[in-house]
């Protein structure tokens, strides 16, 4: 049977399309008949007074006229009911006493009144408690958009997908700008009965008439909540896991790989004068990181200085290069660095004589209060020093100004320094499934140690922010693989290559990761071998797991997949 919020004024949309509604009640009956489909009053009609009444709301509902309300006053077709007096006009006409009546808060006319407004047929049974009131479809605004969609089925087993097609129109051609749904949802796990409304708006600002469609959700359900997600979400969709944080840890085995040195630029996060943020000589390749807050009171920029220390020319290349700058948003930081950092094609070249130095990297101007943050790896022909550096606007970078610069002191809270082999080559074999690869948690995954080379004091990378995780995983063939949050909110990226298929997956797809419990699908592997890799975000919380599920249908679940979405 319709919801019984349906005769609320949700409406029967296809019941209204047909040339007319027909509707039969009964006295003191809730049941009823609307086009030959049960429908169900919440008030039931009642005689009062020797006359039949219907209550005025739920009936326009179920007929599909429109009910409007202004001032107190009721208006149905050539009908207006001031529900207060008790009284009725029909085309301006006064009607006589006792066709207005309110029963427990519900306002009833009588029938061969509603009739009347509605220029509708009115039959009655040889019992005289059954009646049948048949009424012409509402003509509407014709300058209105019409809202119009379909389900693949009228019924459906718990946890079968829903098929939804939207096909709504405007008379003029004018475009359909937005659309409400109600009650819409992609998948029902519980049975029973549910009302879908649609309602859509044109580019002139009209909105159409709410149009509804009835589905039931019975029988033995053919996906779980987590069975389902894993058929059919999408990469960078949440769904629910409460079990995810039990799953057995699988063991990460280190493989030869090429490794680099990270000159990580943290401290002081928020620099409050120009200088020299950090510093230190590398060769071959690198890669760097920044993360600081403009705090200098006026407007500045941070740069990474390049200085050639050989006696020959050196070639410095930047083989990738992410950046985020200005923001104030620190959750916007290290997403939107990888995702860049991820995209970059590199190849930006810069020829240095003996002695000469270059900027590598200029931020864009920082207004006080907003940050940047920067990933790049470089490669050098020979020994070159970098130099991480704030100035305030109006200040050259050039050697001669960064000789002058003091270098500024930690801030006793934040990290830098260079921290040997920032690349960790790992080998993981699958077995049995689920399971979850633990990252960034200071035990199963250490950190990084390195030293300050301005101090000479030892470091320690907590979070291993800017390694890159290496993961070459075997074994699957058949799983999708998840990123499960264990510090706290997290916003990052994450590439994968599965077999020809290179792809950036951003993690999630919006807003932030939160709990363990609600894991971000990365991807389902089409091959027996994944490359993922992996850099832990700035401004995001670790530790993470990666959880690898069997996609293969479960015992008892794992219904036909559907795979047309409009």
């Known amino acids: 049977m319709l919801l019984a919020a349906l005769a609320l004024g949700l409406g029967a949309a296809p019941a209204a399309a047909l040339g007319a509604v ?66 009725a006009t029909l085309g301006g006409v006064p009607q006589p006493g006792g066709n207005v009546a309110t029963v427990d808060t519900a306002v009833y006319v009588a029938v061969r009144l509603l009739a009347d407004a509605l220029g509708a047929n009115l039959s009655v049974d040889t019992s005289g408690r059954t009646i049948t009131l048949t009424a012409l479809r509402e003509g509407g605004n014709p300058l209105a958009p019409q809202a119009r969609f379909s389900t693949d089925k009228t019924v459906y087993a718990p946890g079968e997908r829903v098929i939804f097609t939207d096909y709504p129109f405007d008379p003029d051609g004018a475009d359909i700008v937005s659309r409400k749904w109600t009650g819409r949802q992609e998948v029902y796990f519980q049975p029973g009965t ?84 950090y510093q230190d000589t590398v060769s071959v390749q690198a890669r760097l990181l920044a993360y600081h807050l403009n705090a200098l009171g006026r407007p500045a920029r941070m740069y990474i200085l390049a200085r050639n220390i050989e006696n020959r020319a050196v070639e410095v290349r930047t083989e990738r290069l992410g950046e985020t700058a200005p923001t104030r948003i620190e959750g916007l930081l290290g997403q939107v660095t990888l995702l860049d950092y991820f995209a970059s094609a590199g190849g930006h070249v810069l020829n240095l004589a003996p002695g000469q130095s270059a900027a590598v990297y200029a931020s864009p101007t920082l207004n006080p209060g907003t940050g940047v943050n920067v990933m790049q790896d470089l490669t050098a022909s020979g020994r070159v020093e970098l130099t991480f550096v704030i100035l305030e606007e ?127 699908l990365l991807w389902r592997s089409q091959s027996d071998r994944l490359d993922i890799d992996f850099v832990p975000a700035s401004g995001s919380s670790l530790p993470i797991s990666l959880i690898f599920y069997p996609t293969r249908p479960q015992p008892g679940f794992g219904g036909v997949r559907k795979t047309y979405q409009p």
Do not use: C
């Open 22 to 87: 027909q509707l039969t009640v009964s006295t003191d009956q809730t049941a009823a008949s609307l086009n030959g489909q049960p429908v169900q009053y919440l008030a039931p009609p009642r005689l009062v007074d020797g006359r039949l009444m219907l209550p005025l709301r739920e009936t326009a509902a179920l007929l599909g006229q429109t009910l409007t309300e202004t001032g107190g006053q009721m208006g149905f077709g050539r009908l207006t009911v001031d529900p207060a007096a008790g009284t």
């Open 194 to 277: 549910y009302t879908i409304t649609l309602q859509v708006t044109n580019s002139r600002g009209l909105q159409s008439v709410p149009y509804s469609r009835t589905i039931q959700v019975q029988g033995a359900p053919v996906d779980t909540p987590l069975s389902y997600a894993l058929k059919y979400a999408e990469p960078g969709d949440r769904f629910a896991d409460p079990l995810v944080s039990g799953y057995p840890a699988v063991t990460a085995l280190p493989v030869p790989g090429l490794s680099y040195p990270l000159l990580f630029s943290d401290s002081p996060e928020a620099p409050t004068q120009s200088g020299v943020l």
């Open 394 to 520: 109006g200040l050259p970078a050039t050697a001669q100004v960064v000789q002058q610069l003091p270098y500024l002191q930690p801030d006793g809270r934040h990290q830098r320094g260079t921290f040997p082999n920032a690349v960790r080559s790992l080998r993981v074999n699958l077995a049995a499934l689920p399971a979850r690869l633990i990252i960034g948690d200071g035990r199963v995954d250490p950190a990084l140690d390195g030293v300050d080379r301005l101090t000479g004091r030892p470091q320690r990378l907590l979070g291993n922010y800017g390694v890159l995780y290496d993961l070459q995983v075997y074994g699957a063939g058949g799983t999708a693989v998840a990123f499960s949050p264990r510090g706290g909110l997290y916003r990052g990226a994450m590439n994968i290559e599965d077999g020809p298929i290179s792809q950036t997956i951003k993690l999630p797809r919006s807003g932030n990761a939160l709990t363990p419990d609600q894991p971000v």
